[in-house]
């Protein structure tokens, strides 16, 4: 199968911007995944990507979470086991693997109360709750490796590209 035209090349994912390379993958994604989590066949179609788009499609969202707000709070709003595993993963193969194991602890904290994160109220129940306070040791530590990366996770996600253009779809240079 043919890689779309929108596709970067190999040579386009090297360079000198790590802002110029975001852009391309941010266009990238646009036209590989028009789903976002939540909506049906989302995870259906991200495990049709290739790996590395798979990884950022799948921790996005948390990269937004950790920038507005926490750990817990992304259990919350993204309230699915699955998608917790497949972001856990994504993490793994972005090379996040500090972050990676943060939240695989803040998921296993967060699964003590999963019943109670799927409440409508969850939100007004989380601030200043058990989970909350267990969780927050981590939030900072999660905090403190994103603002050590290029753009919290995303930076990831350029590092990894520019590792393995093949595995975010990048054509051959011509």
């Known amino acids: 199968m043919k890689p779309p035209m929108n596709t970067p090349t190999a040579g386009q994912l090297q360079a000198p ?13 646009k036209t590989r995944m028009p789903l976002g989590p939540g909506q049906p066949g989302f995870l259906q179609a991200a495990r ?15 990269d937004v979470s950790l920038t507005r707000d926490d750990l817990g ?27 990676a194991s943060l939240f695989r602890q803040a998921f296993a904290l967060a699964q003590k109360h999963w019943q109670r994160l799927g409440n ?5 129940w989380y601030h200043g709750s058990p989970l909350e306070q267990l969780i927050d ?3 900072t530590q999660a905090w403190e490796i994103c603002e050590r990366s290029w753009n919290g996770i995303l930076g990831y996600w350029v590092a990894y590209a520019r590792k393995n253009p093949a595995e975010v779809g990048a054509r051959h240079d011509a």
């Open 17 to 29: 911007s790590d802002d110029e390379v975001f852009d391309f993958l941010v266009e990238v994604l």
């Open 48 to 62: 049709e990507l290739p790996a590395g788009l798979r990884a950022m499609v799948t921790t996005h969202h948390l």
């Open 73 to 99: 709070w992304h259990f919350g709003n993204w309230h699915d086991e699955e998608l917790a595993l497949e972001t856990a993963q994504g993490l793994d193969v972005l090379g996040a693997d500090e972050l």
């Open 120 to 124: 409508a109220d969850w939100s007004e």
């Open 137 to 139: 040791p981590l939030n």
